[in-house]
């Protein structure tokens, strides 16, 4: 069974940063992508970033690249997602996943099962 829970949302203004967690909690995770989403209102839910168990391979949505840093820390089962210069159409809730999913269909939400509650994200003028 995985379990996986994120914290670290919150309002921010334009420009600013917000690091999110997200603890994943399994036995058996050495296969295991983690990646985060989001959704905005009215929106699909959209890749953000994923990073693959040992952190050697991460990916990154074209809109969130040189902004946004995944990592994360096997030992402490904790995945990061660090935010600057935070515009206003990256509001949404945004959301942590994990699965055994081939990297080449990081971005493809259909594809993960387990599934964090969310936490928002609204970034204000």
């Known amino acids: 069974q995985v379990h996986v829970a994120e914290t670290g949302g919150g309002l921010v203004q334009i420009g600013g940063s917000l690091n999110l967690s997200c603890i994943a909690s399994?036995?058996?995770?050495?296969?295991?992508?983690l990646g985060w989403f989001r959704q905005a209102p009215g929106k699909e839910r959209e890749g953000v970033a994923c990073?693959?168990?040992?952190?050697?391979?991460?990916y990154y949505a074209g809109g969130v690249k040189g902004r946004f840093t995944i990592s994360r820390d096997n030992a402490d089962h904790t995945l990061y997602l660090q935010m600057n210069n935070l515009r206003p159409e990256d509001t949404g809730v945004y959301y942590c996943?994990?699965?055994?999913?081939?990297?080449?269909?990081?971005?493809?939400?259909?594809?993960?099962?387990?599934w964090g509650q969310g936490t928002q994200v609204t970034v204000s003028s």
């Open positions: 399994a036995s058996g995770l050495d296969d295991y992508v």
């Open positions: 996943a994990a699965e055994e999913v081939n990297l080449g269909r990081w971005d493809d939400d259909g594809e993960y099962y387990h």
């Open positions: 990073i693959s168990w040992s952190g050697k391979y991460t």
